[in-house]
């Protein structure tokens, strides 16, 4: 009875909404009653989402000063896991378990370094999950404001000092149901050995009334730590997605059965006649399906859309000019992480999200497809083990340690050649130079980013100062500029591809080309703040789903 009164306040609010006056107040609503509003949201919000189990990713980067460029980073952090809010903040780590060695070290240096806990970011997606209200909480109406084409009232918020922990920032409060899309600030007081960075959170509408979190960037320039004699410096990001997950199976083979006439056939590749080589490849084809399936079942590889014609564009670019005709067809796919890889799944190329976001030219872009197109024109194919269908039978946070589809050093070189080859009669023959760029940047970075280039699936593309993949390129490159604002060797990341969080499908980003002002805005391979464009969802897809 009492969640009916909420929400019937909450439809009355909407109707009360009318007035365009610049004040502390929304038509016949004054800010208290708005922030009251908010904070029962904010409370069905954390609710709902014991409800799901998402991807959460974040990454860090370690930064130390640098006179060119501000600062640089010299190390990096990365955790992956499934969200599990049904008690309290947990995630299963989805990354293999350190060995002894790594565990013994990280034990000794626990006294002497700031440990980044992979639920301390998890925390970050709630202004407070237990006691946000008035009844802690002391506020201030500051403005209202649009992010992007969402209208907002902005707070100031401060936990009240009889709080063990509490909130201070900014929050953003959308003007139809109250929810909060947006806070700004940190966690205070420090307790003990515990504590709290500076994170700005972005959620996102996934159905009507329903902001859930998706994104959190988190950054300090001059933490100091260990009796302050040290200072600490870094910038990292933390992505949510795949809500749906589970939520939206289709149900049609349970509900609506069909049965058909002895007259009709089996529409699939296999018929009585069919040869053993065609057999092999449709068995092959099942293989490279269903881990393909199970990637995406757990939420690691985008469905099928326009991102993939556009890598599959390139593809077919390099088949063209070089006369191959591969059956079944190459398909390509994007694996939603933000370590640097590219692997191939039988005859589908997959690139990391991370990857594409950070290669700067199409040229770049058709050097690493055409290294996996090499692949398959060669015949490395995917085990046809996985064709068995009991070996995807797996829990989530196993996935990578299921597959195995590293290749081996002869595979990698005779690749590397045939790719050579491949690239010298395709379109992109005089730009190579700039692959070759993009290579000699990455070895620059890779001995600080570890964690970025340490893939799940694939090969590494470079590591330890040390390009892996197609070196010949440096050859041909030119030397990097650091100072040159007019070479760009690498992107930050975050810079080609948008995740939809809650059903996982990518968009590329059609953001118009900024003239840089100095070098350190060329951040290659660096995490960067965001700011979402914020809109709301008509559908009621999300809605229904959660029902």
Request: proline letters at 5%.
């Amino acid at each position: 009875m009492k969640r009916l009164f909420v929400l019937g306040y909450m439809a009355a609010a909407v109707l009360c909404l009318g007035s365009s006056q610049q004040s502390d107040s929304a038509g016949n609503l004054s800010a208290t009653d708005v922030f009251a509003l908010s904070t029962l949201r904010e409370a069905e919000i954390v609710k709902t989402l014991t409800k799901y189990t998402p991807l959460v990713e974040t990454y860090l980067q370690l930064l130390e000063p640098d006179k060119e460029l501000g600062a640089v980073p010299y190390s990096d952090k990365y955790f992956l896991g499934k969200l599990d809010l049904k008690k309290g903040i947990n995630d299963k780590s989805l990354l293999p378990e350190p060995g002894f060695p790594s565990r013994a070290k990280d034990w000794l240096t626990r006294f002497f370094s700031v440990q980044y806990v992979r639920t301390g970011f998890a925390q970050m997606i709630f202004v407070d999950d237990k006691r946000f209200d008035r009844g802690n909480y002391d506020f201030a109406y500051v403005r209202r404001e649009f992010l992007g084409e969402v209208r907002c009232f902005v707070f100031d918020v401060k936990a009240k000092p009889k709080l063990a922990r509490g909130f201070i920032g900014r929050i953003w409060v959308e003007d139809q149901n109250y929810n909060i899309v947006r806070f700004n600030g940190t966690y205070t007081p420090p307790s003990g050995s515990d504590v709290f960075f500076h994170f700005d959170s972005w959620r996102e509408n996934m159905g009507p009334g329903l902001w859930l979190p998706a994104y959190v960037y988190v950054e300090e320039s001059d933490y100091r730590y260990f009796l302050g004699n040290r200072k600490l410096r870094f910038k990292g990001q933390t992505r949510i997605w795949g809500y749906d997950i589970g939520h939206s199976a289709p149900q049609e083979g349970l509900t609506s059965l069909s049965v058909d006439s002895d007259r009709v056939r089996d529409d699939a590749d296999v018929t009585e006649n069919t040869a053993a080589v065609q057999n092999l490849r449709a068995w092959e084809r099942l293989a490279e399906d269903n881990v393909l399936n199970r990637l995406q079942n757990a939420g690691l590889l985008a469905p099928e859309g326009p991102a993939n014609k556009v890598l599959e564009t390139v593809l077919s670019n390099i088949e063209i000019t070089n006369n191959l005709d591969i059956q079944p067809s190459v398909r390509a796919r994007v694996l939603l992480t933000t370590p640097i890889e590219s692997f191939c799944i039988g005859h589908t190329v997959v690139l990391s999200r991370g990857l594409i976001d950070v290669l700067p030219d199409e040229a770049s872009l058709a050097t690493v497809l055409a290294h996996e197109l090499a692949h398959i024109s060669l015949g490395h194919q995917i085990d046809s083990k996985y064709a068995f269908n009991d070996r995807m039978l797996f829990a989530d946070e196993e996935t990578f340690t299921n597959f195995g589809l590293k290749r081996d050093e002869k595979e990698e070189a005779a690749a590397d050649k045939k790719a050579a080859e491949f690239l010298q009669n395709s379109p992109y023959k005089d730009k190579l130079g700039n692959a070759g760029l993009f290579l000699r940047a990455l070895n620059k970075r890779s001995a600080a980013l570890p964690n970025l280039l340490e893939p799940h699936l694939g090969n590494a593309i470079a590591r330890n100062k040390k390009v892996q993949r197609m070196p010949d390129l440096l050859k041909i490159a030119p030397e990097l500029e650091i100072g040159n604002v007019g070479q760009i060797a690498a992107l930050p990341l975050g810079s080609r591809l948008k995740i939809d969080p809650w059903n996982d499908t990518i968009e590329l980003l059609q953001a118009k080309p900024v003239s840089l002002l100095s070098a350190q805005e060329k951040m290659p391979f660096e995490v960067a703040p965001v700011f979402l464009h914020l809109t709301r969802q008509k559908a009621a897809v999300a809605a229904q789903s959660v029902q």
